[in-house]
């Protein structure tokens, strides 16, 4: 059945090391997002992109790395660059200009 | 300044009372409006599309004001099970029909038996 495929659920890596967090989706849409919530906060745009080999900065973008070599695919990296990545990561995508976004279970990295 | 701004909270109300969430955007070129859901250590879920000509979803009722940048979700007699984070989101175009869809942070809704 189509949705959204994040993975791992659960990530733990080391201080100073890049990680690459899974987004997968079967559900043809154009759109897709990388978000960051930290406890107690609401979501934080950090890239999205609107069609394959194209993708812009969202709000806090430094740190991360994207990349769209497919629609089905947008895997998010997370930099040694990035100083606090321990949060929760959430990708979603969306049809069209005027649809709602729908969401993967997330990804919750801790370093350590 | 925020894109989108929303009541803070935490709103603690009785079961069976009436409670309203406000949200403001900033940004003109916002196109269309969303109420999501999120449980405790979720992920956010559609609540309801926000129209211009309000609509409604059950105990459920949304509301749109363009002139102001305002959005509304109400919520009446109230269930334990509604308690949870109500997020106001926005979808902005760009230029080439590029758009991003932007959250607020969020209003915690807690229910009292």
């Known amino acids: 059945d189509g949705g959204i495929t994040q993975s791992p659920k659960y990530l733990f890596r080391k201080e100073g090391q890049n990680v690459t967090l899974s987004c997968e989706q079967n559900l043809n849409h154009d759109a897709m997002y990388w978000y960051r919530q930290d406890p107690g906060q609401g979501l934080r745009l950090i890239y999205y992109s609107q069609i394959v080999n194209d993708f812009q900065k969202g709000d806090i973008a430094e740190g991360y790395s994207v990349s769209r070599e497919k629609k089905e695919s947008f895997p998010l990296t997370v930099t040694s660059a990035q100083k606090n990545p321990t949060a929760f990561y959430l990708c979603?995508?969306?049809?069209?200009?005027?649809?709602?976004?729908?969401f993967g279970q997330g990804t919750r990295l801790t370093v350590v | 300044r925020k894109e989108v701004e929303q009541d803070p909270g935490p709103f603690n109300v009785p079961e069976g009372a009436t409670v309203a969430f406000n949200c403001t955007y900033s940004n003109s070129a916002s196109q269309s409006f969303f109420w999501y859901r999120q449980d405790c250590r979720k992920e956010p879920k559609l609540l309801m599309s926000v129209y211009s000509s309000g609509n409604e979803d059950g105990r459920f009722t949304a509301q749109l004001n363009r002139a102001s940048q305002y959005i509304s979700l109400l919520i009446r007699d109230s269930k334990l099970s509604d308690s949870a984070t109500y997020l106001c989101?926005?979808?902005?175009?760009?230029?080439?029909?590029?758009?991003?869809?932007?959250f607020g942070s969020g209003t915690r809704l807690s229910i009292q038996p």
């Open positions: 979603a995508s969306s049809d069209t200009v005027n649809t709602e976004a729908f």
């Open positions: 989101v926005v979808n902005i175009s760009g230029y080439s029909n590029a758009s991003k869809i932007i």
